[in-house]
């Protein structure tokens, strides 16, 4: 047995001791209430058995010697002969301690040994003339009117006399008997009853605390389940955050007392919600539960893992000259290939890590520590990361925005400005950009470069372009006349277009907000779809096939190939707004424009040019043959009502504000 469990077995004792002492308590208060209950009762059987005795006297022996005339009138010298003889022979044997008779006003007119005959009337011999018996027990002479020497216990009895013809009341016997061969009788029988009583008792102690015992054990086992599951992931059965915590705080006490130096780390798997999404939560669990298996295989006491929720894990490392080695197997082995349904499947995982004592020694700080490390892991795909004050290229504030963005889109922060997009050849406004913005309580307004970036990382991302498809359609909705044919742009992430589900997700947005689904084009950056072009064209395509449009934004900046692009299911192409913006001044982007213009003329797809900021810009994407233009030129991204005033403004005299050239175009609009 080990300390620990000898120590856990002895305070077991110790309950158990303390248990059977407690319950004894109750067992022997009952057996003194009942034995007292019993004594009672054997007091009144005595009693009762001495009346019987008297009764039986006086009805055989003493009422057949008298002649029927009351007690008052002197007895005859026969009978009082007679009732010597009897007195002699009862008190001789000892059935008998004393014997006397009384009138009915309570005087003694015979008595065995001839006391009591000046004495005062006692009340039991009154109340014995008026018919009652009345029994008590007693000691012999206790009587304040007795004046010999106080002797044992008797049963003191007076009851009234009958004699005569027609038996009536003449007297009152008065009758000491000795108690002790009727309490040796009763006692006889309450032994046997006590007997039983301490058996009884017993035998109701042992099945108490049998009871209370197995209860108790119950109890306790249930104690420790819940215990444990309060401290344990349900799935993987390895420890959760609150054990964790604890598991790592010890450690870093032990080790801050050797002078060692502990390891916490991260861990969080890579695009694991893909794998949920795509092969069912039940596959996922299976490759969460290996893991951890495989984890806990490799790690050696009193190292520690535990599974914080999701797709995380926390791992407690003691006094490792280099910690990233252990961390690189650890990574290793959560890439190695794992048969999931029958499918091999390999993730990636993104470790941060802190060493205690250098980067701190409180654990909550540094959890956070290796957080922001294991974030910073995520972005750069760089695998393990150490938390280091010193680098400046990730910042714990972008990251304290993430958590708030969580709140900011529950609380209503975000809101949508719109950009519009303008038809060269039509000269008028066929849609609107909605770009979102936060307006964050304590850092003002911030544009979407501010937060985009880090949302994208995570899958808060998913919660984002749900609300602004929502937002920005109901926006559209709301419009009406005269801009039933206006369409809206909404601009959609990589890992968005990864997400089984999200096409139908955004064929139901449109149905809810009840517009067509021609109305809405959705905007995918190059690096978007190469992110995945399988899943990215088939998401893609789902969307097309409701209606959706499709713009391929920031076109030129990434690396699409052209043999993907024919392949797309798209609608248009936005060149990136750094070929555009000096367009009229850099030859070299003004003939990438006019390529990609006739490119996407040639695959029959809209082609816009984005960040028209002046005129000039203008006049050259112009003479491209770009269908759209969208810039500071005509308008910055503005708020719903201000789009709406602004559409009034320009469709009042569209032709002429918008006709080329441009110069008569009105800059106060901007
Ligand atoms: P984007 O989709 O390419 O949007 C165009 C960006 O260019 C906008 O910046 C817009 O304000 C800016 N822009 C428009 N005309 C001009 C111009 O003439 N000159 C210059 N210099 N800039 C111009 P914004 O609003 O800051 O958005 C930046 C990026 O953030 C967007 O680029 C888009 O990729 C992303 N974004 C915005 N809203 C959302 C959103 O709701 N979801 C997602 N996933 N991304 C969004
Ligand atoms: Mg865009
Ligand atoms: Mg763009």
Same mark, same amino acid.
């Given at each position: 047995m080990s300390p620990a469990n000898g120590a856990l077995h002895q305070s077991a004792i110790r309950q158990l001791v303390a248990l059977g002492a407690v319950m004894l308590v109750p067992i022997i208060l009952l057996g003194f209430v009942l034995a007292g209950s019993y004594r009672g009762e054997a007091n009144q059987r005595g009693l009762a058995q001495g009346r019987s005795e008297a009764l039986l006297m006086a009805r055989s022996a003493i009422q057949p010697l008298l002649?029927? %005339?009351?007690?008052?009138?002197q007895l005859t010298p026969l009978e009082l002969a007679r009732l010597h003889n009897l007195t002699n022979a009862v008190v001789t044997n000892g059935s008998v301690r004393r014997l006397r008779l009384r009138s009915l006003d309570g005087a003694v007119v015979f008595s065995d040994d001839g006391?009591?005959? %000046?004495?005062k009337v006692e009340d039991e011999a009154l109340a014995a003339a008026r018919g009652q018996t009345v029994a008590r027990l007693t000691r012999f002479n206790s009587d304040v009117v007795d004046k010999g020497r106080v002797g044992s216990q008797v049963v003191e009895i007076y009851m009234p006399l009958y004699a005569g013809a027609h038996r009536g009341r003449v007297g009152v016997l008065e009758l000491y008997l000795p108690y002790t061969p009727i309490r040796n009788d009763v006692n006889a029988g309450l032994g046997l009853l006590y007997r039983n009583l301490a058996i009884g008792l017993a035998l109701l102690y042992v099945a108490l605390f049998g009871i209370s015992y197995w209860v108790g054990r119950r109890l306790r086992r249930q104690v420790k389940i819940n215990t444990y599951q309060a401290e344990h992931d349900a799935l993987t059965d390895l420890p959760n955050r609150t054990l964790f915590h604890r598991q790592a705080k010890s450690e870093l006490l032990r080790a801050t007392k050797r002078g060692e130096s502990t390891t916490i780390a991260i861990i969080d798997l890579d695009r694991f919600k893909e794998i949920n999404d795509t092969l069912g939560h039940q596959s996922g669990d299976r490759l969460l539960t290996e893991l951890g298996r495989r984890l806990a295989a490799h790690l050696r006491a009193p190292d520690s893992l535990a599974r914080f929720g999701g797709d995380e894990f926390g791992v407690v490392l003691s006094?490792?000259?280099?910690p990233e080695v252990v961390l690189r197997r650890l990574r290793e082995l959560i890439h190695t290939e794992i048969e999931v349904s029958g499918l091999p499947l390999s993730v990636e995982a993104s470790i941060g890590y802190v060493v205690a004592p250098d980067d701190g020694t409180d654990v909550d700080e540094l959890l956070q520590l290796a957080d922001v490390a294991m974030y910073v892991a995520k972005n750069d795909r760089s695998g393990i990361v150490r938390y280091d004050?010193?680098?400046?290229?990730?910042?714990a504030a972008k990251l304290t925005l993430v958590t708030e963005l969580r709140q900011a889109i529950a609380s209503g922060q975000l809101v949508l400005h719109y950009q519009p997009k303008v038809d060269i050849d039509l000269q008028r406004v066929t849609g609107v950009e909605s770009l979102v913005r936060w307006e964050h309580p304590t850092r003002g307004l911030l544009f979407p470069d501010r937060f985009i970036p880090l949302v994208e990382q995570t899958d808060l991302i998913d919660d984002l372009t749900a609300w602004v498809m929502r937002q920005a359609l109901d926006d559209l909705g709301r419009l009406g006349p005269p801009f039933e044919d206006l369409s809206v742009a909404v601009n959609i992430s990589a890992r968005n277009l990864g997400r089984v589900g999200f096409a139908a997700q955004v064929i139901q947005a449109l149905a809810e907000a009840r517009v067509p689904a021609e109305r809405l084009t959705v905007e995918v950056t190059e690096t978007a779809i190469m992110a995945d072009p399988v899943r990215a064209a088939a998401a893609l395509s789902e969307m097309t096939d409701a209606g959706v449009r499709v713009s391929i934004d920031d076109f030129g900046s990434g690396q699409t190939s052209l043999g993907m692009l024919s392949k797309l299911p798209i609608s248009e192409l936005k060149i990136d707004l750094d070929f555009i913006r000096d367009v009229d001044t850099n030859s070299a982007h003004a003939g990438i424009v006019r390529s990609i213009v006739e490119l996407g003329h040639h695959l029959e797809l809209t082609v816009v040019a984005e960040g028209v900021e002046t005129v000039e810009a203008l006049s050259v994407v112009a003479t491209t043959g770009c269908d759209l233009v969208q810039g500071y030129l005509y308008a910055r991204p503005m708020p719903l009502v201000q789009l709406v005033a602004w559409l009034d403004e320009v469709s009042v005299a569209p032709p002429v504000k918008f006709a080329l050239p441009l110069s008569g175009f009105n800059r106060t609009l901007l």
């Open positions: 002649d029927g %005339r009351p007690l008052s009138q006391s009591g005959f %000046r004495q006094d490792l000259s280099d004050r010193s680098q400046n290229h990730y910042d």
